[in-house]
């Protein structure tokens, strides 16, 4: 058996077999294809070398396992269905590979300039490469080092940003410490020359008194440049306070002067509010003085105001008015004596209302004053509620204005606001209440105390929806003397009806007695005044009265009828 091998596929890696074997096998196959056994001694020398069948390296099984795979190549099988010589056939595969290797030498040596241009380009493009390469290199650290610059930048833009942010706020400061410091050439020629009442001087004054302040607020900071204004300011808080106290006084003294309507120096004073402010926050004691003047000066005006109206508003009373002895029981054909006063005509119309209820009225409650002396022009005469209520309402008015210009001015509110009105107020206040005191203590006039009750009730009323609460102790001191009166009066007019002699009740007829006319028709005022502003104390008097009146009248069966 021959040495050569098919040329097959073999496995990429040979097996551990001697190089001299291997190298011997192409020789076998030429003696062979010569013609040879290829046994021969002269051409058949095996080199076995280190050749070791024993060995582990040399596994048969391997082998059968190539040789196999070789076999299931498509290319073997054909060539081993036709019956081709397998070593022809190696020859052939040769020879082809020969050729196409020489064709593709051909092809490379014609090619060989383009090949030779494209080492070229490859060559300059390795060199453009190269250089990209370097300029790349030499751009990243350009980044790099823009990168920390740009990063020293962003820090230093930081820092400028904070050092302008603290020189922002420094020159604001100081920007605002040196307007409230330096004090201009306008201000110092208007506050030295202008008028009180011109409007720059009232601006200037503000600006003044701003700059007292932030002076007064720096100098307790210590700030050294305050010392530099102090003085000039001085000298003219000093120069303006002069000036509005000079204003202010002559005001007060145009409220002197008769006939003088003093709402319109009122209005003006509180025009120029706040030059009583600048008064006080900078110059007390001439605040002082300006507020004792306006307040002497007010409660002697109202003091003579109103005393000199009430003296006036009761000459246009009527002349006829109830006396002690005008009560229910008594007869109107009762003798009087002969320096008694004259009574009423018919003593029937003091339990009469008629329109005498006109007066808590809407219209009437709030309508104008009287004024004495056009009535007594015209010879007009007013029943006592209706003087009540034009005195009282001319006080509910000017208490209120008095009130509210004393709050505005003055600045006060709550306790304060209310010393202020009672300094001015008091006076008039108590003059008031020693007249109703005068009056109501002499007076039988029910329906007109009650009437004056429910007006008191009325104005109390109108005067908590202004918020005015000055005069709300006059109010309650004024019902605690009317209520007592008015229940002292149904008392004498109970006991009057328990009194009553049967002897004299006159003869039995079918009419209504006159007791029992009068009661019916002063209830019925009594209840008709109390509906419009209802009071539980009116009721508990009226059934008092019910109760004490029908209890002692005595029956007309038991009177006998005169021979």
Same mark, same amino acid.
């Not at 076999?71 to 190696?90: H, M, N, P, W």
């Not at 290797?101 to 300059?124: G, M, P, R």
């Not at 409007?199 to 700030?223: P, S, Y």
């Not at 000459?315 to 009574?343: H, I, R, W």
């Given at each position: !058996?021959?040495?050569?091998?098919?040329?097959?596929?073999?496995?990429?890696?040979?097996?551990?077999?001697?190089?001299?074997?291997?190298?011997?096998?192409?020789?076998?196959?030429?003696?062979?294809?010569?013609?040879?056994t290829?046994?021969?001694?002269?051409?058949?020398?095996?080199?076995?070398?280190?050749?070791?069948?024993?060995?582990?390296e040399?596994?048969?099984?391997?082998?059968?396992?190539h040789?196999?795979?070789?076999?299931?190549?498509?290319?073997?099988?054909?060539?081993?269905?036709?019956?081709?010589?397998?070593?022809?056939?190696?020859?052939?595969?040769e020879?082809?590979?020969?050729?196409?290797?020489?064709?593709?030498?051909?092809?490379?040596?014609?090619?060989s300039?383009?090949?030779?241009?494209?080492?070229?380009?490859?060559?300059?493009?390795?060199?453009?490469?190269?250089?990209?390469?370097?300029?790349?290199?030499?751009?990243?650290?350009?980044?790099s080092s823009?990168?920390?610059?740009?990063?020293?930048?962003?820090?230093q833009?930081?820092?400028?940003?904070?050092?302008?942010?603290?020189?922002?706020a420094?020159?604001?400061?100081?920007?605002?410490?040196?307007?409230?410091l330096?004090?201009?050439?306008?201000?110092?020629?208007?506050?030295?020359?202008?008028?009180?009442?011109?409007?720059?001087? @009232?601006e200037?004054?503000h600006?003044?008194?701003?700059?007292i302040?932030?002076?007064?607020?720096?100098?307790?900071?210590?700030?050294?440049?305050?010392?530099?204004?102090?003085?000039i300011?001085?000298?003219?808080?000093?120069?303006?306070?002069?000036?509005?106290?000079?204003?202010?006084?002559?005001?007060?003294?145009?409220?002197?002067?008769?006939?003088?309507?003093?709402?319109?120096?009122?209005?003006?004073?509180?025009?120029?509010?706040?030059f009583?402010?600048?008064?006080?926050?900078?110059?007390?004691?001439v605040?002082?003085?300006?507020?004792?003047?306006?307040?002497?000066?007010?409660?002697?005006?109202?003091?003579?105001?109103?005393?000199?109206?009430t003296?006036?508003? !009761?000459?246009?009373?009527?002349e006829?008015?109830?006396?002690?002895?005008? @009560?229910?029981?008594?007869?109107?054909?009762?003798?009087?004596?002969?320096?008694?006063?004259?009574?009423l005509?018919?003593?029937?119309?003091?339990?009469?209302?008629?329109?005498?209820?006109?007066?808590?009225?809407?219209?009437e409650?709030?309508?104008?004053?009287?004024?004495?002396?056009?009535?007594?022009?015209?010879?007009?005469?007013?029943p006592?509620e209706?003087?009540?209520?034009?005195?009282?309402?001319?006080?509910?008015?000017?208490?209120?204005?008095?009130?509210?210009?004393?709050?505005?001015?003055?600045?006060?509110?709550?306790?304060?606001?209310?010393?202020?009105?009672?300094?001015?107020?008091?006076?008039?206040?108590?003059?008031?209440?020693?007249?109703?005191?005068?009056?109501?203590?002499?007076?039988?006039?029910?329906?007109?105390?009650?009437?004056?009750?429910?007006?008191?009730?009325?104005?109390?009323a109108?005067?908590?929806?202004?918020?005015?609460?000055?005069?709300?102790?006059y109010?309650?001191?004024?019902?605690?003397?009317?209520?007592?009166?008015?229940?002292?009066?149904?008392?004498l007019?109970?006991?009057?009806?328990?009194?009553?002699?049967?002897?004299?009740l006159?003869?039995?007829?079918?009419?209504?007695?006159?007791?029992?006319?009068?009661?019916?028709?002063?209830?019925?005022?009594?209840?008709?005044?109390?509906?419009?502003?209802?009071?539980?104390?009116?009721?508990?008097?009226?059934?008092?009265l019910?109760?004490?009146?029908?209890?002692? @009248?005595?029956?007309?069966?038991?009177?006998?009828?005169?021979?």
């Amino acid at each position: !058996m021959g040495w050569g091998w098919p040329r097959c596929k073999w496995p990429a890696a040979k097996p551990a077999w001697p190089s001299a074997w291997w190298s011997r096998v192409p020789e076998e196959e030429e003696a062979v294809a010569a013609g040879g056994t290829g046994h021969s001694e002269e051409t058949l020398q095996l080199n076995l070398g280190d050749l070791d069948l024993t060995s582990d390296e040399f596994i048969l099984d391997e082998v059968d396992i190539h040789i196999q795979a070789n076999l299931e190549d498509a290319l073997v099988q054909e060539a081993l269905k036709t019956g081709v010589d397998l070593r022809q056939y190696s020859k052939q595969v040769e020879m082809e590979l020969q050729q196409i290797e020489n064709a593709s030498i051909k092809d490379y040596i014609k090619e060989s300039k383009n090949i030779a241009s494209l080492h070229t380009q490859i060559t300059a493009c390795d060199a453009v490469l190269e250089r990209m390469e370097a300029m790349l290199s030499s751009f990243q650290s350009d980044l790099s080092s823009i990168s920390c610059e740009i990063q020293t930048l962003q820090e230093q833009s930081v820092a400028m940003n904070v050092r302008l942010r603290n020189r922002q706020a420094v020159r604001g400061r100081l920007s605002q410490l040196v307007d409230e410091l330096v004090v201009p050439n306008i201000m110092i020629s208007t506050i030295l020359e202008t008028p009180v009442t011109e409007q720059g001087f @009232l601006e200037q004054l503000h600006e003044l008194n701003n700059k007292i302040n932030a002076v007064k607020e720096q100098a307790f900071r210590e700030t050294m440049a305050c010392a530099d204004v102090a003085d000039i300011l001085d000298k003219l808080k000093a120069k303006a306070v002069a000036k509005i106290r000079e204003f202010i006084l002559q005001k007060i003294y145009s409220f002197r002067k008769p006939m003088t309507n003093y709402q319109i120096p009122q209005n003006a004073l509180l025009k120029y509010r706040f030059f009583y402010q600048f008064l006080l926050g900078h110059e007390r004691s001439v605040a002082k003085e300006v507020r004792d003047e306006y307040l002497e000066t007010m409660s002697k005006i109202y003091l003579s105001y109103f005393k000199s109206y009430t003296s006036r508003l !009761m000459k246009v009373q009527y002349e006829e008015v109830a006396e002690k002895e005008d @009560l229910m029981g008594v007869e109107d054909t009762a003798k009087k004596g002969f320096f008694s006063k004259p009574s009423l005509r018919n003593r029937n119309t003091i339990f009469t209302l008629g329109n005498r209820g006109s007066v808590i009225g809407g219209a009437e409650l709030e309508g104008p004053i009287i004024v004495p002396h056009s009535a007594q022009k015209s010879d007009v005469r007013y029943p006592f509620e209706s003087l009540f209520r034009s005195q009282h309402y001319a006080l509910l008015d000017n208490s209120c204005r008095e009130y509210l210009f004393l709050c505005d001015f003055f600045l006060v509110t709550g306790n304060p606001a209310l010393d202020l009105f009672n300094a001015v107020m008091g006076k008039t206040l108590a003059m008031f209440l020693k007249h109703m005191d005068a009056y109501v203590s002499d007076c039988y006039d029910s329906i007109a105390v009650f009437l004056s009750i429910h007006i008191v009730l009325r104005f109390k009323a109108i005067t908590a929806k202004r918020n005015v609460p000055a005069i709300d102790k006059y109010w309650d001191t004024l019902l605690e003397m009317l209520w007592p009166r008015f229940e002292h009066i149904l008392e004498l007019n109970i006991q009057s009806i328990q009194n009553t002699d049967p002897q004299k009740l006159g003869f039995l007829d079918t009419r209504p007695h006159y007791i029992t006319r009068r009661y019916a028709e002063f209830s019925s005022a009594i209840v008709s005044i109390n509906q419009t502003f209802p009071h539980d104390r009116t009721l508990t008097l009226l059934g008092q009265l019910q109760v004490g009146g029908t209890g002692g @009248l005595p029956s007309r069966k038991k009177a006998k009828p005169p021979l």
